[in-house]
């Protein structure tokens, strides 16, 4: 890996019902998991009315790995839970466009 670049999940949800946002809210909070090991940060968006997105940077890739399938597990039950589109993606950073923290 790169010096410099920074390794992230990004987890996605689109409610197709808005009005389910905050009660899935509270859902996340009573059953969110201990982070994965790795976990450097974590960063969440309430975006819109019916969005939300977080950020997870981890410390290496092959913690980023071994954590992958459990967040995707945690979107899936997300989205069966409340009528919502969920998604899990891995990602890295690109130097050349990072402009500060």
Not at 8 to 22: I, P
């Amino acid at each position: 890996m790169t010096e410099g670049v920074e390794l992230c999940a990004f987890l996605t949800t689109r409610y197709l019902n808005s009005k389910l946002m905050g009660p899935a809210y509270d859902w996340v909070a009573a059953n969110m998991p201990d982070l994965p090991r790795g976990v450097i940060r974590m960063r969440s968006f309430h975006m819109a009315p019916d969005r939300g997105m977080t950020i997870m940077w981890f410390n290496n890739q092959k913690n980023l790995d071994e954590a992958f399938p459990g967040l995707k597990e945690f979107q899936n039950a997300l989205a069966s839970r409340f009528e919502a589109r969920c998604d899990a993606q891995k990602s890295i950073t690109s130097k050349e466009f990072d402009f500060g923290d």
